[in-house]
Structures are given as structure tokens and as C-alpha cells.
């Protein structure tokens, strides 16, 4: 499901701004494709050399090439995601398509017994709205997070898909689309395009008169 909501082709440039053990990682870099590939921030020190140590040093066998592949493609960073989208301000060009974040959850995911013992190690820093608005202006297609119910009441999406039989839902913001228009902004819009029509029409008229 995470790649349908992701909604990436390949050949796509993501940006996932949770590390983490890679696990996400990995299988969104299979299916970017040779073409593709995707930066992984971490903010843990800690979690970071452990997650670029396996990436780099994973054993593996002839059959799982592809696997082996997708792993390259993925270039860990250690920093915080806020400081990392302030940099990709300072740039003229949008470098990403997706920007993708799975926040550590409060409330432990059980099943998620890889990052069980590291949990000490983790950021806990709470995603904002305010972040997730910067995100969604710095990537072409939209900005996914990782949604467990109750975790996240205080952020406001376009959509959420998931959940039906599980905790786990994806929030979604989508970049240039009505939905993100304030009702202000789009009186703005309309005024500015009929200010660009009238002036428009009187240029012709004077033309034909």
C-alpha cells in the first residue's frame, strides 16, 4: 500500500526525512527502479550508523541482486529533517517528487520489533503542520506521512487512506492542487485573473476601434 500512496513511478526522486532501519527505504527504492533513487535523513546519531553500517555491509546472495541494487540507491544523511528542507529552500529547482515522513509514534507499534531496542536512541520531536507545509512546497507531487490514530489529530491532510483493518493510515498533502487554496487565496486568484481579462479586452478594443 505504501507505494500506491506514495504515488511514485520510476525513475522518481524521494526524500525520506525518517530513516529509521531503512525499512521503508528499501522497498520504495525497489520500486523507483535503476532511474530512481532516494535520500534518507536520520536524526539519531545512534540509529544512523547502525541503519548505513547494514545498508553498506548487508550479506547477501546472488538471487537478491535487485535487493542489493535498491540499497545503493538509498543515500543516508545524518541530520534533522527541518534543517535539511531550510537548505533545499536556499535552491532554485525542486529536487524532489515525493517527501515521505514515518514520525516515531508515541504510542509503540508492538510488531515493530526491529527499532524496539534503539527506541531510547529515536527523536521524538513531534512532526508540525508548519514543517509539513514547507515539505509540500519543496517536492512536485506530495507529502506522505505515516498516520497511527491518535498520534497525529493535531495535522491537517488532503486526504487519509488506510486504516480500515489496520492502525496504521498515510496522511496526504498534494502539492498545487485546489485543495490547498485558502479561500482568501482563491478570491486573490479570480480577482487576478479577471484584472488579466479586462485588460485583455480593452487592449483588443483599442486594436479595433
Same mark, same amino acid.
Given at each position: &500500500?505504501?507505494?500506491?500512496? =506514495?504515488?511514485?513511478?520510476?525513475?522518481? +526522486?524521494?526524500?525520506?526525512?525518517? &530513516?529509521?532501519?531503512?525499512?521503508?527505504? !528499501?522497498?520504495?527504492?525497489?520500486?523507483?527502479?535503476?532511474?530512481?533513487?532516494?535520500?534518507? #535523513?536520520?536524526?539519531?546519531?545512534? /540509529?544512523?550508523?547502525?541503519?548505513?553500517?547494514?545498508?553498506?555491509?548487508?550479506?547477501?546472495?546472488?538471487?537478491? +541482486? @535487485?535487493?542489493?541494487?535498491?540499497?545503493?540507491?538509498?543515500?543516508?544523511?545524518?541530520?534533522?529533517?527541518?534543517?535539511?528542507?531550510?537548505?533545499?529552500?536556499?535552491?532554485?529547482?525542486?529536487?524532489?517528487?515525493?517527501?515521505?515522513?514515518?514520525?516515531?509514534?508515541?504510542?509503540?507499534?508492538?510488531?515493530?520489533?526491529?527499532?524496539?531496542?534503539?527506541?531510547?536512541?529515536?527523536? *521524538? @520531536?513531534?512532526?508540525?503542520?508548519?514543517?509539513?507545509? #514547507?515539505?509540500? %512546497?519543496?517536492?512536485?507531487?506530495? !507529502?506522505?506521512?505515516?498516520?497511527?490514530?491518535?498520534?497525529?489529530?493535531?495535522?491537517?491532510?488532503?486526504?487519509?487512506?488506510?486504516? +480500515?483493518?489496520?492502525?496504521?493510515?498515510?496522511?496526504? #498533502?498534494?502539492?498545487? %492542487?485546489? *485543495?490547498?487554496?485558502?479561500?482568501?487565496?482563491? /478570491?486573490?486568484?479570480?480577482?487576478?485573473? @479577471?484584472? =488579466? #481579462?479586462?485588460?485583455? !479586452?480593452?487592449?483588443?478594443? +483599442?486594436?479595433?476601434?
Amino acid at each position: &500500500m505504501l507505494i500506491d500512496v =506514495l504515488g511514485i513511478e520510476p525513475g522518481d +526522486k524521494v526524500l525520506d526525512c525518517t &530513516m529509521g532501519m531503512a525499512s521503508d527505504a !528499501v522497498t520504495i527504492s525497489f520500486s523507483l527502479g535503476a532511474e530512481g533513487n532516494i535520500t534518507a #535523513l536520520e536524526s539519531s546519531p545512534v /540509529i544512523y550508523a547502525i541503519t548505513d553500517y547494514g545498508l553498506k555491509h548487508w550479506n547477501w546472495q546472488q538471487e537478491s +541482486k @535487485a535487493m542489493r541494487q535498491a540499497m545503493e540507491r538509498i543515500t543516508p544523511i545524518c541530520c534533522k529533517y527541518e534543517t535539511y528542507l531550510q537548505e533545499l529552500c536556499k535552491k532554485d529547482e525542486l529536487e524532489y517528487d515525493v517527501i515521505y515522513f514515518d514520525p516515531m509514534f508515541e504510542r509503540p507499534v508492538m510488531e515493530s520489533s526491529g527499532i524496539a531496542p534503539l527506541r531510547k536512541a529515536a527523536d *521524538y @520531536a513531534p512532526l508540525t503542520q508548519d514543517i509539513l507545509e #514547507l515539505a509540500s %512546497t519543496l517536492c512536485r507531487k506530495r !507529502v506522505v506521512v505515516k498516520h497511527r490514530d491518535g498520534t497525529l489529530k493535531q495535522l491537517q491532510f488532503d486526504r487519509i487512506e488506510g486504516g +480500515k483493518y489496520s492502525s496504521l493510515s498515510y496522511g496526504i #498533502l498534494f502539492v498545487f %492542487t485546489p *485543495y490547498r487554496l485558502t479561500f482568501g487565496k482563491f /478570491i486573490l486568484m479570480v480577482l487576478g485573473l @479577471a484584472g =488579466l #481579462l479586462t485588460g485583455a !479586452v480593452w487592449g483588443l478594443l +483599442k486594436l479595433l476601434a
